[in-house]
Each structure stands twice: as structure tokens, then as C-alpha cells.
């Protein structure tokens, strides 16, 4: 499937391992960028602390989940550490087509899987600076067990070696610095011609010397 090129909206897929600040980065991107959404995937895992339904997921039982399955309402579905997650397909399209970007914050999998079902998405990947600091940023999140840590942490290993994957990188050393990767990311992509020459502006300029 073929997103549009022109006069349209954007698909970002950012994506990385778990722990590596990719929701913090977004969530300022998000505050300083104009004409971008975020993405709200369903996934039947547990809400954690500061979590909103609606706004950071839609949280539903497994059942419910694999209804919507069977119904095709996803761009893209995962089994992740024993929970599905999942892009709902009307929001993006909806968006996108209304000349709106929208910004998926997905696990590689996902990611992998929009890549290979959609043509026309922008894929970013954000990094640790090591593995090490991966290490200690799950563990001072304080959020789940040792056992599960460690089974993300063999997750990530594999998820670093998709980086070729990806178009852009972002090494999350710095946050700061890393927002303004993202946002440059975005505009750059909005700038290029193929994604303005059916603009009105574009074409009455190009009228004009010929």
C-alpha cells in the first residue's frame, strides 16, 4: 500500500528499544511542531503510572484485541513480551490524507512490519549511546522486575542490530540535542519538492516563469 506523496500528510515511524527515550522526545516534538499528531496504538498491556487511556494508549483486553484483528483495523500488529500492541489504521489515514503528520511511536517489530506494508513512511530509529546506559536508564525507571529488564535487554540486542534498517538515527545522548534531530527530520521532509509540487503556491510559481 502506497502512502500519498504529495499534498498530503507525513507517517514518522519512530522506533528503538525500550528504555531509550523515544516517548520524551516525541512528547516535546509534539509541543514545538505544528500540524502533527501522535499515533495512539492499542495494546493489552497494563497501564502504568502517569499513563492515560486515550492519550498514551488505548488499553484493551486481549479479546478485544484480537476482535479487531479479525476485523483488519490495523496497519501494523505485534506480539511484544506477552502483550499485542497496534496501529489503528482509520486514525493514521484519516490524518494523513486532512495534509496532517502523523508520528508513530512503535516497538522494531512494528516498525519493520509498517515498512514492509506501507510505501511512503519516514523511519527513525533512536539509539542509546550504549547498551550499558540502556541498562541503567530501565532500571532507575523502576517500573518492572529484574526478570523482565533482563528480558528486555535481550530484546534490545536484537532491535540494535535493525538499525540498518531505519533511514535516520538518532543517539539519545543528550535530549535536548535529540528533539532538535527529530524536529530538523520532519521539516527537511516536508521541504522536499515531490512533497509541494501540487501545491497551489508551487504551481502558481512555476506558471509564472514559464
Known amino acids: 500500500m502506497d502512502l500519498p506523496s504529495s499534498g498530503k ?35 493489552t498491556r497494563k497501564q502504568r503510572p502517569g499513563e492515560i487511556h486515550g492519550m498514551d494508549y488505548f488499553f484493551v483486553s486481549h479479546q478485544e484485541f484480537e476482535s479487531m484483528i479479525n476485523e483488519n483495523k490495523f496497519i501494523e500488529w505485534a506480539k511484544v513480551h506477552d502483550n499485542y500492541y497496534g496501529t489503528p489504521a482509520n486514525f493514521v489515514f484519516d490524518h494523513i490524507n486532512n495534509g496532517i503528520d502523523v508520528i508513530l511511536d512503535i516497538d522494531v517489530q512494528g516498525a519493520l512490519n509498517v ?6 513512511g519516514k523511519f527513525v530509529f533512536v539509539a542509546p549511546p550504549s547498551y550499558q546506559t540502556l541498562s541503567e536508564r530501565l532500571r532507575r525507571r ?28 538518532i543517539i539519545n545522548e543528550d535530549l535536548e540535542h535529540s528533539i532538535m534531530n527529530l524536529i530538523s527530520i520532519i521539516y527537511a521532509e516536508r521541504l522536499r519538492y515531490e512533497r509541494q509540487k501540487e501545491t497551489e503556491r508551487v504551481k502558481r510559481l512555476l506558471l509564472e516563469v514559464q
Open 142 to 169: 523502576g517500573t518492572e522486575s529484574e526478570e523482565k529488564i533482563q528480558k528486555r535487554l535481550d530484546t534490545a540486542k536484537k532491535e540494535l542490530s535493525c538499525i540498518p534498517e531505519f533511514e535516520y538515527l
Open 9 to 43: 500528510g507525513i507517517l514518522f515511524v519512530i522506533s528503538g528499544p525500550s528504555g531509550v527515550g523515544k516517548t520524551s522526545i516525541i512528547r516535546s516534538v509534539l509541543e514545538r511542531v505544528e500540524n502533527v499528531v501522535f499515533s495512539i496504538s492499542c495494546t
Open 115 to 120: 515498512k514492509k506494508n506501507l510505501t511512503g
